[in-house]
């Protein structure tokens, strides 16, 4: 049986909410919290991505184009209409299942390098809308101005506030997708990966599964996007390029998409390798993550998440 | 008895210009063994895929239970109660024995995503009844002991009974088997075969393609044999062993 332990979750809240009270405490590390805010955001969208291509395995090189829809909604709603935060993250979530629903529908019917094709170019065309697009989204200079969250007159304007918020969204998206790969939801989902005509001669309707969650990831990504734009009260459109795409698979991978804790500890490694470790490299940055890459699929295939399996295997010999 | 569970009316399948299935008419009673056999290439499993739905057939309707189904889709077909092996193993491999079987049940009982994401009470009871049910066929197909074992790990013998009892579990009214005893040794095709007589036994007509004759001649009601997607045969196992077409069909026609 698939069985994902509870124990683990729960210590892992745990140590998120002792986390930034801790790092305060010692100077060198005072900064992580914000570098967690970022992960917290990244992890929603790779949870769905592991979700989708670990456990369906479909591919998608396009999902950071519905992280900046929802960025990008959030930002131009607030900012020009003037409307509820909370109201446009909503909104946003709605257009991206729409528009996941409307990329997802014709390019889930390929298979392999032909879909990772198809959403590779939704990725380019959307980010070519976003630079060109300028009375709506500014173009390459992007959007300032776009306000922070408040609820019931709470104001969520320090990083611990958000911290908090960003991390009780990924802690409700976990357990939600933790629960679906445990259901005959999963069950379903994993049969697609293994084999299509098996799964359909047993009564799963392959396209709709493939569509739902395609669209369930894409709707967490849009979710993230909108944290992001009100976090930094900014976006621009080089957040949302191709190798940000890229990038994301690259946490998945080194963490292990066939788990979902591997989507959590590659998402955690590759953000702080990027906004704190690798920034020695400069440029380079982008070679540590070719290796790490290459490191990952040629030795680890499972990722960090098997890990632990290969030590078993030592020990057991 | 003499009801008819699936009906093959004027069936012809075509790729390109290769006719695979030619007129092809037949029926399936229900409660009966009828096995279709055929030199290689003859249609055989391109007859099965039309008639579970993998596509549908160029000309022609099947029906079951007296409903055109030949335009359905594949998991449509299955939930309407046809169930199917594949002649090369179709085992969820990545998934355990026991999940194998639990997918099988996945036409009778099923969650909504969102339903399974909040984890309501009810799809939690859905998920104890899928398990009961489950370890249920895997007693009744003698696999019980190796529930937790990896699908992929077991050996051949023992993966075409598990995909039997994946196709059982969904309760069809007909199961199809593709070569169910295709590469077993003479233990397992006779394990294979009890299997089937059991699963007849139960009330579910079964249709299956196989080449081991002794397999055929054991367990069948009745035989259908196919040539060039063609029916040069029908009828219970005695009249098909000794009619002169099928004869020819097999051994190519004595010229010497």
Not at chain 1, 63 to 84: D, K, P, Q, R, V
Not at chain 2, 240 to 252: C, K
Request: net charge positive; hydrophobic share 50%.
């Amino acid at each position: 049986m698939l069985r994902i332990a509870k124990l683990p979750i729960a210590v892992f809240a745990l140590a998120i909410m002792v986390f930034p009270w801790t790092a305060h405490r010692i100077p060198a590390i005072e900064h992580y919290p914000d570098i967690m805010v970022f992960a917290g955001i990244y992890c929603l969208i790779t949870m769905g991505l592991s979700l989708l291509m670990g456990y369906a395995g479909q591919i998608s090189i396009g999902h950071a184009a519905f992280f900046g829809i929802g960025a990008y909604i959030s930002a131009i709603l607030t900012t020009n209409y003037g409307m509820n935060p909370w109201a446009c993250m909503v909104i946003g979530m709605a257009v991206t299942a729409v528009v996941a629903v409307l990329v997802g529908a014709p390019s889930l019917k390929l298979r392999g390098h032909y879909l990772a094709m198809a959403t590779l170019a939704f990725g380019i065309i959307i980010f070519i809308i976003f630079n060109e697009e300028i009375e709506w989204t500014g173009g390459p200079d992007g959007m300032s101005g776009i306000p922070g969250l408040t609820l019931f007159g709470f104001e969520f304007n320090s990083v611990e506030r958000y911290y908090y918020l960003v991390w009780g969204f990924v802690i409700a998206a976990f357990i939600f997708t933790v629960n679906v790969i445990q259901s005959g939801t999963g069950r379903a989902l994993r049969a697609i990966h293994a084999s299509e005509p098996a799964a359909r001669a047993m009564g799963v309707d392959v396209s709709r599964f493939k569509i739902l969650v395609f669209v369930y990831s894409a709707v967490l990504a849009s979710l993230a996007g909108s944290l992001y734009a009100h976090y930094l009260n900014f976006v621009n459109p080089a957040t949302f390029d191709l190798f940000f795409s890229i990038k994301l698979l690259i946490m998945i991978a080194l963490g292990g998409m066939h788990n979902i804790w591997g989507a959590i500890v590659g998402t955690g490694l590759i953000t702080f390798l990027s906004n704190e470790w690798l920034h020695y490299f400069e440029e380079f940055e982008v070679i540590v993550y070719g290796a790490i890459l290459l490191f990952v699929t040629v030795l680890l295939p499972e990722g960090l998440a098997g890990v632990p399996g290969i030590v078993k295997g030592w020990f057991r010999r | 008895m003499e009801e008819n569970v699936l009906e093959l009316q004027g069936v012809v399948m075509t790729f390109g210009g290769l006719m695979a299935l030619s007129n092809l008419n037949f029926n399936v009673r229900r409660g009966m063994i009828k096995a279709i056999i055929g030199p290689n290439g003859a249609g055989k499993t391109t007859l099965f895929n039309v008639i579970t739905g993998s596509f549908p057939p160029t000309k022609g309707t099947v029906k079951f239970k007296g409903q055109p189904i030949q335009h359905l889709k594949a998991h449509k077909i299955a939930d309407r109660g046809i169930s199917r092996t594949f002649q090369t193993v179709e085992l969820f491999g990545n998934m355990t024995v026991l999940e194998n079987v639990m997918l099988g049940c996945y036409t009778r009982i099923r969650t909504s995503f969102m339903a399974s994401g909040f984890v309501l009470p009810r799809s939690r009871r859905k998920e104890k009844r899928i398990k009961e049910s489950a370890l249920k066929i895997l007693k009744f197909i003698g696999l019980i002991h190796k529930f937790k074992d990896s699908a992929d790990s077991l050996p051949l013998g023992e993966q075409k009974l598990l995909e039997i009892g994946r196709a059982l579990a969904s309760e069809p009214e007909l199961i199809c088997l593709d070569e169910p005893a295709a590469g077993l040794n003479e233990t397992e095709t006779h394990v294979a075969s009890s299997l089937i007589r059991a699963i007849n036994a139960k009330g579910i007509t079964v249709l299956l393609v196989e080449h081991d004759m002794k397999v055929v001649m054991n367990i069948s009601d009745e035989i259908l044999v196919l040539n060039y997607g063609q029916k040069i045969a029908e009828g219970p196992p005695q009249n098909i062993r000794n009619s002169p077409r099928v004869i020819e069909a097999y051994l190519g026609a004595g010229e010497v």
